[in-house]
Antibody, heavy 119, light 106 residues
Framework: EVQLVESGGGLVQPGGSLRLSCAAS????????MNWVRQAPGKGLQWVSY????????YYANSAKGRFTISRDNAKNSLYLQMNSLRGEDTAVYYC????????????WGQGTLVTVSS | SYVLTQPPSVSVAPGQTARITCGGNNVGTKDVHWYRQKPGQAPVLVVFDDSDRPSGIPERFSGSKSGKMATLTISRVEAGDEADYYC?????????FGGGTKLTVL
């Protein structure tokens, strides 16, 4: 059974940093491209970042460029999101999501981890 | 960035058919995917590649596309279908989501 379990969320002050993790199991993690998608309270889904299966290709949403860094450790079956210079508008539930083999839709999602940026 | 437009809300009585639309300039040339999200839960894929269903999704869920508009159709709507529904395409951005549609079962 495919499982994605996020962790690392919490309360952080504006300007602070946080590192999210996503532990994957039930599939060959190194074969799949992965993403982070977030959802602000009461709002819709917003894609944040993408990383290819070996980490050679990375993309960010404009809102994340220069502040967030996506990475992965295939030996540990883990995906990460380092978030720096956090702002109030970064407050959201952050989901890790597996990209399908066809490379255009998200076939599995984690349960999400809540990041709250507030003083 | 690419924009996908969905109606904010759709209401339907149990047993009736719900249709949720997703419009965008490049919808006709991109595969459109649909997700259902119930309160407090993660999104779940219900339709991919315009009209295919993942295993475990009832046949009542179907997708179609015409011109610049994609449609998610839910037949014989049940109370348990009440949720937010999002369309999504993989584009040059590279990912775009619609704003979401809240389906209310009356």
């Amino acid at each position: 059974e495919v499982q994605l379990v996020e962790s690392g969320g919490g309360l952080v002050q504006p300007g602070g940093s946080l590192r999210l993790s996503c532990a994957a199991s039930g599939f060959n993690f190194s074969d799949y491209e992965m993403n982070w998608v977030r959802q602000a309270p009461g709002k819709g889904l917003q894609w944040v970042s993408y990383i290819s299966s070996r980490g050679s290709a990375i993309y960010y949403a404009n809102s994340a460029k220069g502040r967030f860094t996506i990475s992965r450790d295939n030996a540990k079956n883990s995906l990460y999101l380092q978030m720096n210079s956090l702002r109030g508008e970064d407050t959201a539930v952050y989901y890790c999501a597996r990209l399908s083999r066809s490379g255009s839709y998200f076939d599995y999602w984690g349960q999400g981890t809540l990041v709250t940026v507030s003083s | 960035s690419y924009v996908l437009t969905q109606p904010p809300s759709v209401s339907v009585a149990p047993g009736q058919t719900a249709r949720i639309t997703c419009g965008g300039n490049n919808v006709g040339t991109k595969d459109v995917h649909w997700y259902r999200q119930k309160p407090g839960q993660a999104p779940v894929l219900v339709v991919f590649d315009d009209s295919d269903r993942p295993s475990g999704i009832p046949e009542r869920f179907s997708g179609s596309k015409s011109g610049k508009m994609a449609t998610l159709t839910i037949s014989r709507v049940e109370a348990g279908d009440e949720a937010d529904y999002y369309c999504q395409v993989w584009d040059s951005s590279p990912v775009a989501f619609g704003g979401g549609t809240k389906l209310t079962v009356l």
